[in-house]
């Protein structure tokens, strides 16, 4: 939540704390675009603690499927995730994506990765890569 503080993002349903395990959803809540959104994932896929898979189960999108690997990599942690996602409106939204939308959420995945560089500096630096398509 502190990686996106300027969206004001925070859990309203589900899992709100603690950790999320298999089959879990959380519903959050965010301001994108100046529209206060709401956006329910699910823990789709679950191998802890090398992956996981969270996918949309309700919210804006037409899809949008999230995955998060962990691997050591010479002693440190390195992340890396894949996000898939479509917009809705058909051809209006293929535009949205091509735009707009894959370049703010790859930047909200690069605010992401660096809070979590941050707050794990001094214990373990990870090696992590963010990308959408």
């Known amino acids: 939540m502190k990686s996106v503080s300027h969206t004001k993002e925070r859990a309203v ?52 499927i999230h995955d998060h690997f962990f691997e050591l990599d010479q002693e440190k942690t390195k992340m890396t995730e894949t996000l898939r996602f479509s917009a809705p ?20 995945l690069e605010l992401r990765v660096a809070t979590i560089k941050e707050a794990v500096r001094g214990v373990v630096h990870p090696a992590s890569r963010s990308t959408a398509r």
Do not use: C
């Open 89 to 108: 409106l058909g051809f209006l939204g293929r535009i949205a994506e091509k735009l707009v939308l894959r370049r703010y959420l790859n930047h909200l």
């Open 13 to 64: 349903a589900g899992r709100t704390s603690g950790l999320i395990g298999p089959g879990e959803e959380v519903t959050w809540r965010a301001r994108h675009f100046g529209i206060t959104q709401n956006f329910t994932s699910r823990i789709t896929a679950f191998d802890r603690p090398r992956y996981f898979q969270d996918t949309m189960q309700r919210g804006s999108f037409k899809s949008f």
